[in-house]
């Protein structure tokens, strides 16, 4: 009897223990079951997104670009890399830096204040000074320099001086920043089919795409809950996109195109999406080769899971709001277009307006919502702000509102009507009398790529370094390897020198290769291996250094 009575506590204590460990045990099981769980399905979505080919090829680079880093490491070989970085510092610094003993280099604030005489000279001497660069006028660029004409010029000035110092973070001291600000936005709506929209301008291109990213990445966190974003974009998007994904961090599928028409593989996109997408893209136009992806296709896919559609439209612009009543075929891309929640449209190319405008549209003013950022709680007070920027120069409003009301509707056709002829004109000939050449996709607006056919000995990158030699300064396309040409008003009284010396240029290319040019080399370099992008990204860092240097 007293040997059971004594045993009951100690077998209580026993079970306790055990109970406890059993707990222990299971939550620690269970922590570990949802550690590969959770990492098992994030490599399943990987795998389904970007495929199983893909992934390998991925997984290769990654291996192979930790072991040339190792390789790349070691004394012998870094020092043959810092030599090679250190001569291609100097040839850069040799293109952008003005050199000799005339060159004048202001440091420091003058004592005492110069006179607008001295400062306009200054200007002139700079000018003058700088080597060799390309003069815009003579229309020998690809894109870069929308111009409209020496009167909008004057137009746009006489703008900047009613308002060079307005801000439109204060709309009570500047009313008339404000409402130019909100027509801006409301005449690019009804451009785009959608006057009972909203949006905002923003400093250009990139900054409508990240503020579209931002925007659906809160939306949905605050919506549906999606604490790790992805969005799905055709590998032909603009890099605006991987920059966004970079600075909000949100995993970004690049999905392939199809090879002929440039479109983006619908059935990819669908196989990439999943719970934690927040938006797909399309563009219309892409800067690659100004082709259009198929915008309908891709608002079902939204409209089917509850996810946005960003259409890129930063380069078709006011391009391809006119195509049809210019003359050209269109197909449907803005927000007639079921599924499309945001577009983002470049006022300072084809629209004419000052360098530093652009428009991020949405469908509805409840999704800009989550653009803005407010901060009710600052000790400086309320601050809100509608984009990145605190203050903005509302100059730049200014001159964008006074462009776009002295074009107007006809002037933007005509302006359609002669850009897209002459890339049409461009694209015909290539396709007709440049056997050794093809072009990329059925581009509709104002954009030709073109690449040299397999088999024709032609390196069209060398191609491009002859075309440089001859003034042309055209943009250098990699996967597949092509150049392409944005047409612009500068670009239409050149068609014919363009395609002259085009054909001069294939010829001398097949005759004479020099495999030295900028183009051949620094994207020779990128595919030469699987660290060869690292190196091209190293080179492209030491430009932007030398970009600052004074």
């Not at 199983?52 to 040339?68: C, E, G, H, M």
């Not at 999943?274 to 797909?280: E, F, G, L």
């Not at 915008?295 to 079902?300: A, D, E, R, Y």
């Not at 776009?404 to 694209?427: F, N, P, Q, W």
Request: a positive charge; one cysteine or more; charged letters at 20%.
């Amino acid at each position: 009897m007293s040997m059971s009575t004594l045993s009951i506590p100690r077998i209580i204590d026993i079970v306790e223990a055990l109970q406890q460990n059993l707990t222990l045990d299971t939550a620690k099981n269970c922590l570990l079951v949802y550690f590969f769980a959770s990492r098992a399905l994030k490599l399943w979505r990987h795998v389904r997104g970007r495929g199983f080919s893909q992934s390998i090829k991925d997984l290769y680079v990654s291996i192979a670009q930790r072991t040339l880093r190792l390789v790349i490491a070691l004394p012998s070989m870094r020092k043959r890399v810092e030599t090679e970085m250190d001569a291609a510092r100097a040839e850069i610094a040799r293109m952008l830096l003005p050199q000799g003993e005339g060159v004048v280099r202001h440091l420091a604030l003058p004592k005492q204040s110069c006179t607008l005489e001295w400062i306009l000279d200054a200007m002139e001497q700079m000018d003058r000074e700088a080597p060799s660069h390309a003069n815009y006028k003579e229309g020998k660029l690809s894109g870069a320099v929308y111009h409209g004409g020496d009167d909008m010029e004057r137009v746009i000035v006489a703008a900047f001086q009613r308002y060079c110092v307005s801000n439109p973070l204060h709309p009570d001291v500047f009313p008339a920043i404000r409402k130019m600000e909100a027509e801006v936005v409301a005449m690019c709506l009804r451009m785009y089919n959608h006057p009972t929209g909203a949006g905002a301008t923003t400093s250009g291109g990139t900054e409508s795409i990240l503020m579209s990213v931002k925007t659906h990445r809160d939306w949905a966190r605050a919506v549906k809950g999606i604490s790790e974003p992805e969005m799905v974009v055709p590998a032909s998007a603009h890099a605006a996109f991987d920059k966004a994904a970079a600075y909000f961090n949100v995993k970004l599928h690049s999905i392939p195109v199809n090879p002929e028409t440039r479109q983006v593989d619908l059935k990819r996109v669908r196989r990439a999406i999943n719970s934690n997408t927040i938006m797909v893209v399309g563009s219309a136009v892409n800067f690659p080769d100004g082709c259009q992806d198929d915008i309908v296709s891709l608002g079902k896919l939204a409209q089917r899971y509850n996810i946005g559609l960003h259409v890129d439209c930063c380069l078709g612009s006011f391009i391809m709001p006119f195509l049809e009543m210019a003359g050209f075929p269109s197909e449907p891309f803005d927000f007639r277009v079921d599924g499309v929640t945001a577009i983002s449209c470049d006022t300072h190319k084809y629209g004419f307006a000052p360098k530093g405008s652009s428009v991020i549209m949405y469908r509805s003013a409840d999704l800009r919502q989550y653009q803005y950022y407010v901060n009710p709680e600052w000790s400086g007070g309320v601050y809100a702000s509608p984009g990145l920027a605190g203050s903005r120069p509302g100059a730049l409003i200014a001159g964008t509102w006074a462009a776009m009301h002295y074009m107007g509707e006809e002037g933007y056709i005509l302006s359609c009507r002669d850009i897209v002829g002459a890339a049409k004109t461009i694209e015909q000939a290539i396709q007709t009398s440049f056997p050794e050449l093809y072009t990329l996709g059925k581009p509709p607006a104002s954009v030709v790529a073109f690449g040299s056919r397999t088999g024709s000995g032609l390196d069209i990158l060398e191609v491009g370094d002859k075309m440089s030699k001859k003034g042309w300064h055209l943009n250098a396309l990699q996967n597949p390897p092509a150049l392409h040409i944005a047409c612009t008003r500068l670009t239409v009284p050149t068609v014919d020198t363009f395609l002259r010396d085009l054909k001069d240029a294939v010829l001398d290319a097949k005759r004479n290769p020099a495999g030295k040019g900028t183009m051949v080399s620094l994207y020779g370099l990128g595919n030469s291996s699987a660290i060869g992008p690292q190196m091209v990204g190293t080179v492209i860092s030491a430009f932007l250094d030398t970009l600052y240097k004074a």
